[in-house]
């Protein structure tokens, strides 16, 4: 059965940066593609980042430049550096792993 556990978000000024993690059991992460998503108040679930098994990344056009996606085979999970952030990057974050399995969620709020 597969499970994945977010954590790392948090309440955090603009400009500031938050790490999220991804621990994964059940499945092994290096053989999928991983993804986080996110969803803020009102609006649909949307793509942030995927990494795919060989490590090719990919970014929403909102986060590029600002958020890296990375994932640690040896310990089976996934993180999101989020830097530079901006009140509209306030959501909950949700790691995927490919076909369908969901986290959670972890609330990231960017606020003063």
């Known amino acids: 059965q597969v499970q994945l556990v977010e954590s790392g978000g948090g309440l955090v000024q603009p400009g500031g940066s938050l790490r999220l993690s991804c621990a994964a059991s059940?499945?092994?992460?290096?053989?999928?593609?991983m993804g986080w998503y996110r969803q803020a108040p009102g609006k649909q679930r949307e793509l942030v980042a995927t990494?795919?098994?060989?490590?090719?990344?990919n970014y929403a056009d909102s986060v590029k430049g600002r958020f890296t996606i990375s994932k640690d085979n040896a310990k089976n999970t996934l993180y999101l550096q989020m830097n530079s952030l901006k009140p509209e990057d306030t959501a909950v974050y949700y790691c995927?792993?490919?076909?369908?399995?969901w986290g959670q969620g972890t609330q990231v709020t960017v606020s003063s």
């Open positions: 995927n792993m490919w076909p369908g399995y």
């Open positions: 990494i795919a098994s060989g490590g090719r990344t």
């Open positions: 059940g499945s092994t992460l290096s053989l999928k593609i």
